[in-house]
């Protein structure tokens, strides 16, 4: 079968001719119709995620659509083999979808939709009514938790970011402030602090020296010191590391917690999937994706979508 496929960290996947997976221990062939390439799946490829093995060759791909042997569509999430033609799944690690949704969407939306479904069902107690705060909100995960955030019941959204075009339209998907980080840092400081006066919970996608930026600006402005201040980290666009002031720690009830796969255990992953599921086919929620057939998997690595858009590898059409 055809898959695109990693020989070394530091070269794009190429497509080779390899043999067919193995379903073993209740593993399940699927036919897959789409698979994603998120920022997971890069990091995958390049063999920097935290998850790495370094074992190579690799076929990339955590997640996507496929079409199983009783002809059911089904979203399944595994290790990595999603960008081949056909993979191995466990269906309990699996959903089944209804006949007619788009896979091209399902496979773009799940990943970055998850990232805050979990955090804020299962990372931490989400109370409705909380004021959220958004670091990274132009992304494919930041414009999911805005969207999410609203869903499970956020009394106020203020949603950070840099691209204009994107800042402007997160109203749109429920952002009731917005920040634009691309400011003067002083400007961006006091955007940040009234922001952060009265915030409950910030879904962190950016990490590096924004977290840090971030608090130096929010805690000296808390309104009441010992509110809780629940600081998500989700994402590490801006660098994998952060020089946090240690007095944020102490001058307010700030608590750092993580969400991610180890953080949240495989088995309430699982059990969020279904319901992330419907909620995602529900059809309210907004998610660019672009298809492209598995022969072009090399280009599209290269050459991202410019406006941010979410690649779909295309092993097989539907
Ligand atoms: N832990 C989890 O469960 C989980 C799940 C899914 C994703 N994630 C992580 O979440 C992060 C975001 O994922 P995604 O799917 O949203 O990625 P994405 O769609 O590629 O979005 C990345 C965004 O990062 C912003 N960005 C890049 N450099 C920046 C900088 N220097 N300063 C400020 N913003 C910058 C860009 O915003 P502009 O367009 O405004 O420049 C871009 O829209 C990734 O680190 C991913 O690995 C974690």
């Excluded at 600006?217 to 952060?242: F, H, K, M, N, Y």
Aim: aromatic share 4%; hydrophobic share 45%; with cysteine.
């Amino acid at each position: 079968m055809r898959a695109a496929l990693i020989t070394s960290f530091d070269t794009p996947p190429q497509v080779a001719d390899i043999p067919d997976p193995d379903p073993q221990d209740g593993g399940e062939i699927v036919t897959v119709l789409a698979s994603a390439v998120h920022p997971r799946v890069r990091s995958q490829a390049d063999g920097s995620h935290y998850t790495t093995t370094g074992v190579l060759p690799l076929v990339p791909g955590i997640d996507g659509v496929g079409r199983d042997a009783r002809g059911n569509l089904r979203y399944f999430v595994c290790e990595s083999g999603a960008m081949a033609e056909r993979a191995v799944v466990d269906p309990r690690r699996s959903v089944v979808l209804p006949p007619d949704v788009d896979p091209v969407v399902i496979a773009a939306a799940m990943n970055p939709a998850m990232s805050s479904w979990i955090a804020l069902r299962r990372r931490i107690e989400f109370t409705p009514g909380s004021r959220v705060l958004i670091m990274g909100a132009t992304g494919n995960a930041g414009r999911m938790a805005i969207q999410i955030a609203r869903r499970l019941g956020a009394g106020h959204v203020a949603a950070a970011g840099r691209d204009p075009q994107k800042l402007a339209a997160l109203p749109g998907l429920g952002a009731d402030t917005v920040i634009d980080l691309a400011r003067d840092p002083q400007q961006v400081a006091l955007d940040l602090a009234a922001a952060g006066r009265e915030v409950d919970v910030v879904l962190d996608y950016l990490w590096g020296p924004w977290a840090a930026n971030a608090l130096r600006a929010i805690v000296p402005a808390r309104e009441d010191d010992t509110q809780a201040l629940t600081w998500v980290q989700i994402g590490s666009i801006t660098g994998p590391e952060s020089p946090l002031p240690s007095a944020a720690l102490r001058a307010c009830n700030l608590r750092i917690v993580g969400s991610g796969q180890g953080s949240v255990s495989p088995r309430d992953i699982l059990a969020e999937l279904p319901g992330l599921a419907a909620e995602v086919m529900s059809g309210g929620y907004e998610i660019d994706a672009v298809p492209v057939p598995l022969s072009d998997v090399t280009a599209a690595w290269e050459h991202p979508a410019s406006d941010g858009a979410r690649t779909v590898i295309v092993p097989t059409a539907s």
